[in-house]
Every structure is written in C-alpha cells, then in structure tokens.
C-alpha cells in the first residue's frame, strides 16, 4: 500500500511540484496519473522512488515513510520497484536477454536464477524471439518491452512508468500498455504517468488527474471523466 499524507514538493526558484498532495493506492491498483505537461506526475513518480525528497509531509510504502529512510534502505525500496522511463534507457551494445540479465547482474543474483529469470520475464513481454537483436534492430515498441522486462524480472511489487508510451506510435503504445496490464493482473501495483488522453480512454483504470500539483479528480474511466 501507499499513502502520499499532505505531501509538498517545491524546487528551487520557489516552483510547486506537487501541492498538499494527498493520495492512497492500494496493492494490485492500476493507476494512471494524468495531467497537462508540468502538472506534476513525474514530481509524483520521482518522490514514490525517493529520487526526491518533499519538504512536507509523509510517503508510507509497506508501512514505511520513506521520507525518513537511510541510503542504504533506499537501495532495499528500489529493489521492490520497477522502473520505466520514456526513453527506454537500454544499454546500446548489449542484446535483449543481456540488458535484461544485467539488472540482475548489478544485485548479485545467481548465474542460475538469471538464467531462468531473463527468459521468464522476455516472454511475459513478448519478445521472447529478439532476446538476441540489439536495441538499434527492434522496434520502439520493443525496445520498451525490453526496458519493461527489465522492470520486473526481479519480481518488484510495484512498478512506475514515466510516460512509457511518449515516444511511440498508437499500435506500439497499445502493446505497451497491454504488458502493463497483463503485469498488473499477476498482482503487480502498476502506476503510470501520461498524457496520452486516447490510451487513457482505452484501458478505463483509475484515473488520478493532476493540476498544479494538486489533485482535481480522482475517477475510474475516462481521462475527463468528473462528477459536478
Ligand atoms: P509533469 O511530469 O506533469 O510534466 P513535473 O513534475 O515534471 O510535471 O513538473 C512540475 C513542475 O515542477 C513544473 O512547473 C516544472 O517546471 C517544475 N520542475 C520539475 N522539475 C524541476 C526541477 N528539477 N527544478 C525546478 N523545477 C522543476
Ligand atoms: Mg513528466
């Protein structure tokens, strides 16, 4: 479970990130949190995987207020998330299977479990017959699956996606949130930033909508979906 208890970020300059924020997602929720470009949403995203730290207010994961944790357990917390960004961030000159394997690799998990991780996660993402293309010979759309195999092949209970389909066409994006949902259905917490009102409308989740920091609406559906 998380729970953001009147959570302010302000940046330098005096700019609002995220306002009194408050917002609870319970375990195997699918959440998208929407907003015009400079609401909030990656602020919300950074702040959930301790990138940031809020000058107000209390962010519980697992019963835990990870405002308050040390270095050494922000490297336990990370490894209960999966991370996605726009930009797929794969290493350039290493295969599929190996920019998946590698994030096993850098926690030390066994020769043994990676080899019957990598291949796990690859299928759930489809792509189990690139696993030997380099990022340059796939599609975008691969190349995000990749990056999303990469997310979860260390099982995290949560993953975060930032704008995950921002580069990507409408069919590659379709298949980018199909993988994310099939996540979510083996009880994966998944929570999305986007802007992208049509894959919004298309998966019908909940929808946490931002302005300013601040959240306006809170509905299941549609991205403009409100009761007034
Ligand atoms: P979104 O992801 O919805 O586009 P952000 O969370 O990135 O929104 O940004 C929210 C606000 O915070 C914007 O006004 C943005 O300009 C500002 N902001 C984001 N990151 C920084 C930063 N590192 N320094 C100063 N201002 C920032
Ligand atoms: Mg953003």
């Given amino acids: ?51 940031l730290t809020p000058n107000e207010g209390e962010i519980i994961i697992d019963g835990k207020d990870i405002t308050k944790l040390r270095r050494k357990k922000v490297a336990e917390l990370r490894r209960k998330m999966g991370i996605v960004f726009q930009d797929y961030r794969l290493l350039p000159k290493r295969t599929v299977y190996d920019n998946v394997a590698f994030a096993l690799q850098v926690i030390e998990i066994s020769p043994r479990k990676i080899k019957k991780s990598v291949p796990a996660a690859l299928n759930l993402v489809g792509l189990s017959h690139k696993a030997k293309s380099m990022p340059n010979e796939i599609s975008g759309g691969e190349q995000q699956r990749t990056a999303i195999a990469r997310a979860i092949v260390n099982n995290p209970s949560l993953v975060l996606a930032d704008e995950p389909t921002g580069n990507l066409d409408p069919r590659n994006s ?46 299941e559906g549609d991205y403009d979906d409100y009761e007034d």
Wanted: a negative charge; charged letters at 30%.
């Fill in 174 to 219: 379709e298949e980018v949130m199909e993988v994310l949902e099939a996540i979510n259905m083996r009880g994966t917490t998944v929570v999305v930033a986007t802007h992208d009102k049509d894959i919004v409308n298309e998966m019908q989740k909940r929808v946490v909508h931002l302005e300013h920091g601040v959240v306006v609406r809170d509905s």
């Fill in 1 to 51: 479970m998380i729970e953001l208890k009147n959570v302010t970020k302000v940046y330098d300059g005096n700019v609002t990130g995220v306002d009194n924020l408050n917002l609870r997602i319970e375990d195997g929720e699918f959440v998208f949190i929407v907003g015009e470009s400079g609401s909030g949403k990656s602020t919300l995203l950074k702040l959930l995987m301790r990138e």
